[in-house]
């Protein structure tokens, strides 16, 4: 696994390195900003991804704040991907900077911590952004590893490493323990991996259903996902076609609503953003109409909804009857976690937040927005 180092702070300090050594914050500073990247010299203070920007200002006054750059690091992502892809044999790119490869059979030719640790250098060479890696047995283990080994880490977990790395760490640490489970299990006194992992399966299951025979395996080094090549989709759509031609208005735009939550949810699981939005009609005599815009990246609900909304009211010819109607996001990217945009205030974040774990525990169709339900007239 390999992860870059601090990924949006190390960009910015590539076209100005007068912020080396100093405490940067990327995000929004207002009130309603949050932190996304932050450098080590901030951590310092206590700030962390996803802060509220004004926590992150009482802890480090004298942070320098930067608002981001979207479209240059997903340049300097791409630049990183095509060195990876060059060298490894296999990858799956699973988010904006970090990516799983797998290198068996490596370790005949080269032994795989040195093959790794050439990598490494070749991608801060090459790309001038700092890197870590963890090499380990399987994709679980080896993305803790980097994370206990940033910044600038290089840990290798042999097999028999595995359960005397893992066991004294926080639960916090396995990638699939988020707040809400860690809360949880802290409350029914697990805090330490090996805790958890000696903790009867059968009571996790009952804790967190499926997930929690997941979660026990993950906290005993074991996990057997494999490492998935990118299968990249270019665009995400969704239409839809009536059983009787429609003109209801508002019936249509509650419709877009639903497909803008539908598709907006599946971007951020696969920690995408997107930064075209189309809306098609096609009216009962079978003309077909599209219209497009750009917006900023974003994989948020309430931006894709009301620029889905004015499409509509754009190609819209009143009284014509609607045979099909239709929304597709394009210009994908790999977009860093769920948070992806400097507007996006706490709360609407927050809310994201739940209502993805609503969907990802109960099924997408858990919860949606009551203006998503108008019946077509
Ligand atoms: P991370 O790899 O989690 O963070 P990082 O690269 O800034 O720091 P680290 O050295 O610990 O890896 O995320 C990669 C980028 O994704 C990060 O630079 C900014 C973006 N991001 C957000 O926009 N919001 C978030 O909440 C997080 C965690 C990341
Ligand atoms: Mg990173």
């Known amino acids: 696994h390999m992860d870059l180092d601090t990924f949006f702070v190390s960009c910015e300090r590539l076209i100005n390195p007068a ?68 060298k490894a044999p296999l990858f799956e790119k699973a988010s904006i900077d970090e990516f799983y490869l797998d ?43 980097t994370s206990e080994g940033k910044p600038n880490g290089k840990l290798y977990i042999p097999q028999q490493k595995v359960k005397p790395f893992l066991n004294p760490l926080s639960i916090s640490k396995i990638p699939m323990i988020g707040h809400a489970s860690q809360k949880l299990l802290f409350r029914v006194g697990i805090k330490q991996i090996q805790t958890l992992a000696e903790t009867p399966v059968e009571i996790l299951e009952q804790l967190f259903g499926k997930n929690g025979r997941v979660m026990h395996r993950k ?36 419709l877009l609503t639903a497909f803008a939550e539908k598709l907006c949810y599946q971007l951020r699981k696969q920690n995408k953003v997107c930064s075209v939005v189309t809306v098609k009609i096609r009216y009962n005599n079978f003309d077909t109409h599209n219209r497009q815009c750009k917006i900023p990246y ?34 994908l990217v790999g977009g860093g976690h769920q948070i992806n945009l400097f507007d996006d205030t706490n709360q609407k974040i927050a809310l994201l937040q739940a209502t993805d774990q609503i969907r990802n525990r109960y099924g997408k169709y858990a919860i949606q927005r009551a203006s998503a339900f108008k019946p077509l007239k």
């Open 19 to 86: 912020l080396w050594g100093k405490p940067v914050i990327i995000g929004g500073k207002s009130d309603r900003g949050v932190v996304a990247s932050c450098s080590y010299e901030a951590r310092y203070f206590g700030v962390h991804a996803a802060m509220p920007a004004r926590y992150a200002r009482q802890r480090c006054p004298d942070a320098i704040w930067i608002r981001g750059d979207m479209e240059m690091y997903s340049q300097k992502s791409t630049e990183v991907t095509e060195i990876i892809q060059e």
């Open 103 to 145: 290198i068996s059979g490596m370790d005949r030719f080269f032994g795989s911590y040195q093959w790794t640790s050439e990598l490494q250098n070749s991608i801060i060479q090459e790309s001038g952004l700092p890197i870590s890696f963890g090499l380990s047995a399987n994709k679980t283990v080896a993305k803790i590893a």
């Open 219 to 254: 906290a005993n080094g074991i996990d057997p996902s494999e490492v998935l090549p990118e299968q990249e989709a270019k665009s995400l759509s969704t239409e839809h076609t009536f059983g009787k031609d429609s003109m209801d208005i508002n019936g249509m735009k509650s």
């Open 298 to 331: 974003s994989a948020s609900d309430d931006l894709i909804i009301e620029r889905a909304k004015e499409l509509f009211d754009k190609i819209y010819e009143k009284r014509l009857r609607i045979r099909l109607i239709g929304l597709r996001l394009s210009g």
